[in-house]
């Protein structure tokens, strides 16, 4: 239970990281925007109506807190710097393999880096979070 409760405070980290910095500067990651994309073609796939944008959002960042919270608290507890690694690097690589838009995270260097950076933060506050609940 505590690897998990870690791995959401280290996914919650991670999306609140972003979405502060999406917002207020130019030329940053959208990591939303990929997982959006990726939410409609499966929706598009499965016959099912699409969301408006609102929910769509809030479907997506739901998506992305679940599914990086266990992937955290699986990896991120144990083997920190590569765990936040490989996700970073998943994310910013495997959108383009999967048929989605790779240029929100993947169209400069500043980007990638960026991209990676955010996934290695929430794995390092998994960590943090992980260890203080062990005490």
């Known amino acids: ?3 998990l409760i870690a791995g959401f405070g280290g996914a919650i ?10 917002k207020n500067f130019d030329n940053v ?7 959006e994309e990726a939410l409609r073609k499966g929706l598009d796939k499965a016959a099912i109506p699409q969301p408006d944008e609102d929910t769509g959002y809030l479907a997506t960042l739901a998506g992305d ?6 992937y ?3 990896t991120a ?8 690694l490989l996700a970073g690097a998943g994310a910013v690589y495997l959108p383009k393999q999967m048929g989605l ?6 169209s400069t260097d500043k980007k990638k880096l960026m991209t990676v ?3 290695l933060f929430g794995a390092i506050v998994t960590k943090y979070i992980y260890n203080k609940l062990k005490k």
């Open 1 to 3: 239970m505590k690897k």
């Open 13 to 22: 980290a991670l999306n609140i990281l972003h979405e502060v910095i999406r």
């Open 29 to 35: 990651p959208h990591i939303n925007e990929v997982g």
């Open 65 to 70: 807190i679940l599914s990086n919270g266990v």
């Open 72 to 74: 955290y608290a699986v």
């Open 77 to 84: 507890t144990n083997h920190t710097g590569l765990s936040g």
């Open 101 to 106: 838009n790779e240029a929100p995270v993947a």
């Open 117 to 119: 950076g955010y996934y």
